[in-house]
């Protein structure tokens, strides 16, 4: 950028007086002058802070990739093959994406046109349904509901999620128990389930590792190598697991 170049001498001046004398023997006139010279330029010039924030942003993200990758790698299990989570579309698929959600997550709700798409188009892709209940206590009491519903119709899991992702107003444990009912499974059946079998050890296992991976919101999926944050949208997603059956990573 042609905004530059002075304020780059000026720092290069700085680093040149700096390396040659130690910092203690600069006079206060000296440090005085440098540091009005360059707030000045900045406050002159206050897009420059705008290219350093891009410059900080990019550099986390890529620091928080890098850790992702690490926790993705020991963490193989967990992530792709919790018993706590429901694999939906094919259960032997070359490809998995893991999605972690929440049923009161607006977002979620967008994003499950892109796996119903998905599914219907790529009949090679295993998705795994990782509950996520982080907005508040009527998420947990759905989950709860939905733990029990999983423990008992595993096989209608999948209708279920469509169902209450999909349904109005927020989620909670009287809306879940309309689905599950809906579906034939009754209040007493879960109610009788959620007191018999705690939903704990799930909320636990993906508290932590969501902590570990640096998730901060829903959705956020797993594929391949990579973490994913944010209702990406469908070409998106398929653009990754293309990737990965062409060269065994999302980004070729």
């Given at each position: 950028m042609a905004i530059l170049p002075k304020i780059f001498t000026a720092l290069a001046l700085t680093a040149s007086v700096a390396t040659a004398y130690p910092a203690a023997a600069l006079d206060e006139a000296q440090k005085k002058e440098f540091g009005e010279f360059i707030k000045q330029y900045l406050i002159e010039n206050p897009e420059i802070m705008l290219d350093v924030q891009d410059a900080l942003q990019k550099k986390q993200e890529q620091t928080r990739l890098v850790k992702a990758n690490a926790v993705i790698a020991d963490n193989k299990s967990t992530i792709f093959?919790?018993?706590?989570?429901?694999?939906?579309?094919?259960?032997?698929?070359?490809?998995?994406?893991?999605?972690f959600f929440d049923y009161n997550c607006g977002y979620c709700r967008h994003a499950?046109?892109?796996?119903?798409?998905?599914?219907e188009k790529d009949k090679n892709v295993r998705f795994v349904l990782k509950e996520f209940p982080i907005l508040g206590p009527e998420s947990v009491a759905a989950h709860k509901v939905s733990d029990a519903f999983r423990k008992l119709a595993p096989e209608k899991y999948s209708a279920f999620?469509?169902?209450?992702?999909?349904?109005?107003?927020?989620?909670?444990?009287?809306?879940?128990i309309d689905v599950a009912a809906s579906l034939g499974v009754s209040e007493k059946q879960i109610r009788d389930e959620m007191a018999k079998s705690s939903s704990d050890a799930s909320v636990k296992e993906t508290y932590q590792l969501a902590q570990s991976l640096g998730i901060t919101g829903t959705p956020s999926y797993v594929i391949g190598n990579e973490l994913v944050q944010g209702a990406v949208g469908?070409?998106?997603?398929e653009g990754?697991?293309?990737?990965?059956?062409?060269?065994?990573?999302?980004?070729?």
């Open positions: 093959d919790s018993e706590y989570d429901v694999t939906i579309g094919n259960p032997k698929g070359d490809i998995t994406i893991v999605e499950l046109s892109d796996m119903q798409t998905m599914l999620h469509v169902a209450l992702l999909s349904s109005d107003g927020r989620a909670d444990e009287a809306s879940a469908f070409d998106d997603l990754k697991v293309k990737n990965m059956r062409a060269c065994g990573k999302t980004s070729c």
